[in-house]
């Protein structure tokens, strides 16, 4: 079984930055980790990606340039970087694990993030 905990977020103001982390214990396999968002009344937004060996990253169009994934798998985090905070960024932050090909198996309970203007 894995575990997925995230931690990081947190009240910004538009125009700050937080950093997410998601810390994966237990009998960790990855092919790839993932964020997603879900804001009030929004279906589930995925945000970013990033394969085992960080070569391959994708980012959704609303976070390009604002956001950056990243990961740590000797201590099995996942980072997400996020900077130039707005408020339609402000939601729920799930971090998931694709331990097996084409499907987010584990999933963390989440972090709030609310960004103020």
């Known amino acids: 079984q894995v575990q997925l905990v995230e931690s990081g977020g947190g009240l910004v103001q538009v125009g700050g930055s937080l950093r997410l982390s998601c810390a994966a214990s237990?009998?960790?396999?990855?092919?790839?980790m993932a964020w997603f968002r879900q804001a009030p009344g929004k279906v589930r937004e995925l945000v970013a990606t990033?394969?085992?060996?960080?070569?391959?990253?994708y980012y959704a169009d609303s976070v390009k340039g604002r956001f950056t994934i990243s990961r740590d798998n000797a201590k099995n985090t996942v980072y997400l970087q996020m900077n130039s905070l707005k408020p339609e960024d402000a939601a729920v932050y799930y971090c998931?694990?694709?331990?097996?090909?084409?499907?987010?198996?584990?999933w963390g309970r989440g972090t709030q993030v609310a960004v103020s203007s």
């Open positions: 990033i394969d085992w060996s960080s070569r391959s990253t």
């Open positions: 998931a694990d694709e331990a097996i090909y084409g499907q987010y198996t584990y």
């Open positions: 237990g009998s960790f396999s990855s092919i790839s």
